[in-house]
C-alpha cells in the first residue's frame, strides 16, 4: 500500500506514554485561576477540584476590542511565571524595548522584582522585523531556537492577528501551524487576538472569524460597555455613564471552567483583577 504512514497509528496506551500530566499554572490575575477545575473520583462519587490555575501546555486565545485588558493579562502572566522560569514574549505590535519599560513598571505595581524582565523574558521582536510577521516558518524556526538555547517553558504572541492582518484568507492555516507547533514543544502559551468591532463584543469572533477560537484549547473574551440606559443600569448595578468591562471563559477543552460573565478591573496602576458574576452570585 502507498502513502501509508505507519507512525501516524497509535493505540491510546501508547500516546499514553506522551501524554503530559495536566496541572494548573498560576496565572498572577487575580480572581482567575480559580475558574478553571477538573473531575476526580472520591468514595465511588464524583468531586469538582480547582486547578488552581490554566491548564499546563495548553493554548489559550485572549480577544476583545481595543482597550479591554488583553495584553495587561498577557503581561502579568508572563510576569509571574518569569520568576521561576523562562518565557518568551513574541511582540508583533509594539517594538520590544517600550515592551521591556512597561513590563517592568507593572512587574513593580504587582510586587515582583522587576530583575525577572531582565533575566527571565526572552522576547522575539516581530514589530522590528517583517520577516517574521510575514513568513510564519520564519517565526517558528526561531522560536524553536530561543525554546531550545533558553529552555522556554511559555510563549506568549502579542497579537497573533498581526501575522495574517493583510491575509485573512490564510489565518486558519497560520493559528493551526503555530498551535501545532506549541504543543509539540509542549509549551503553556497564551495568544492575543483583536477584534474588528464591539459588534457582538462577547463573541469569540475576531480579526480571522473564528480561525483561532476553533483551533485553540480555550478562548477567553474580554469586553467593555457604557451604562447608557435605566436597563443597563439595573442589570450592572452600576450609575449611568460608568464604563464597565466584562469578562468570559467561552470554552476549554482541557478541563472544566467557570461560564458566568464576570466584571473585569484594570486598576490605577495597570493590574487585571477578575471580579463577581454580573448577576451577584460568586
Known amino acids: 500500500m502507498e502513502n501509508v504512514f505507519k507512525d501516524a497509528i497509535l493505540p491510546a496506551k501508547e500516546a499514553l506514554k506522551k501524554a503530559p500530566k495536566i496541572t494548573g499554572i498560576p496565572t498572577g490575575i487575580e480572581g482567575l485561576d480559580e475558574l478553571f477545575f477538573i473531575a476526580d473520583v472520591e468514595n465511588g462519587k464524583v468531586v469538582k477540584k480547582n486547578l488552581g490555575g490554566m491548564p499546563s501546555f495548553s493554548v489559550c486565545n485572549i480577544t476583545g476590542v481595543n482597550d479591554t485588558g488583553k495584553s495587561l493579562m498577557a503581561e502579568q502572566f508572563a510576569i509571574y511565571q518569569a520568576q521561576k522560569n523562562k518565557v518568551c514574549f513574541i511582540t508583533v505590535e509594539t517594538p520590544a524595548n517600550y515592551v521591556v519599560a512597561s513590563m517592568k513598571l507593572r512587574a513593580k505595581a504587582m510586587g515582583i ?125 452600576k450609575p449611568l455613564g460608568e464604563l464597565v468591562r466584562l469578562f468570559r471563559i467561552d470554552g476549554c477543552r482541557m478541563c472544566g471552567h467557570d461560564t458566568k460573565i464576570r466584571f473585569l478591573e484594570i486598576t490605577e496602576t495597570g493590574l487585571v483583577k477578575i471580579l463577581n458574576p454580573i448577576g451577584g452570585e460568586k
Request: no cysteine; proline share 1%.
Open 113 to 237: 522584582d522587576d530583575n525577572v524582565v531582565d533575566e527571565n523574558i526572552i522576547f522575539i521582536d516581530a514589530t522590528s522585523h517583517y520577516q517574521l510577521r510575514d513568513d510564519t516558518h520564519s517565526l517558528l524556526n526561531t522560536l524553536a531556537y530561543a525554546i531550545k538555547e533558553y529552555k522556554i517553558k511559555f510563549t506568549i504572541i502579542d497579537s497573533i492577528t498581526g501575522l495574517f492582518e493583510n491575509k485573512e484568507m490564510m489565518a486558519r492555516v497560520i493559528v493551526r501551524m503555530i498551535y501545532n507547533f506549541l504543543k509539540k514543544w509542549y509549551q503553556t502559551s497564551i495568544l492575543i487576538s483583536q477584534k474588528r468591532s464591539a459588534h457582538d463584543a462577547l463573541s469569540a469572533e475576531a480579526a480571522g472569524g473564528y480561525a483561532i477560537s476553533h483551533i485553540v484549547d480555550g478562548t477567553i473574551v474580554l469586553s467593555k460597555d457604557i451604562v447608557d440606559s435605566p436597563y443597563k443600569e439595573r442589570m450592572y448595578k
